[in-house]
């Protein structure tokens, strides 16, 4: 099995800046996109950033030039930079991973339990 943890959600206010880190741990051959997704109240979950196993990245627009994805795939962890936060930016952020178990190429994801982030205007 394979678990994704995160750490690094808080209240911050409009302006300032959070780090959000996850770690994967468990069983498997490798990990393919780790990104972040976010789900504010009464909306779908969107994706938020993703980077590939080799630093690859994509951005929602709405947080280009404000947040920053990176990894460590000695670690497995990821982590996102968020700056310049805005009162929008306020939602439950989740991990994701696209993870390979075995040496066969087919993918799962996996997500983590979440972590809210509030933006105070």
């Known amino acids: 099995q394979v678990q994704l943890v995160e750490s690094g959600g808080g209240l911050a206010q409009a302006g300032g800046s959070l780090r959000l880190s996850c770690t994967a741990s468990?069983?498997?051959?490798?990990?393919?996109?780790m990104g972040w997704y976010r789900q504010a109240p009464g909306k779908q979950r969107e994706l938020v950033a993703t980077?590939?196993?080799?630093?690859?990245?994509n951005y929602a627009d709405s947080v280009k030039g404000r947040f920053t994805i990176s990894r460590d795939n000695a670690k497995n962890t990821v982590s996102l930079q968020v700056n310049s936060l805005k009162p929008e930016d306020t939602a439950v952020y989740y991990c994701?991973?696209?993870?390979?178990?075995?040496?066969?190429?087919?993918?799962?994801?996996?997500w983590g339990q979440g972590t809210q982030v509030t933006v105070s205007s």
């Open positions: 994701a991973a696209d993870v390979r178990r075995s040496m066969l190429p087919a993918v799962d994801r996996y």
């Open positions: 468990g069983s498997f051959w490798s990990i393919n996109v």
């Open positions: 980077i590939t196993s080799g630093s690859s990245t």
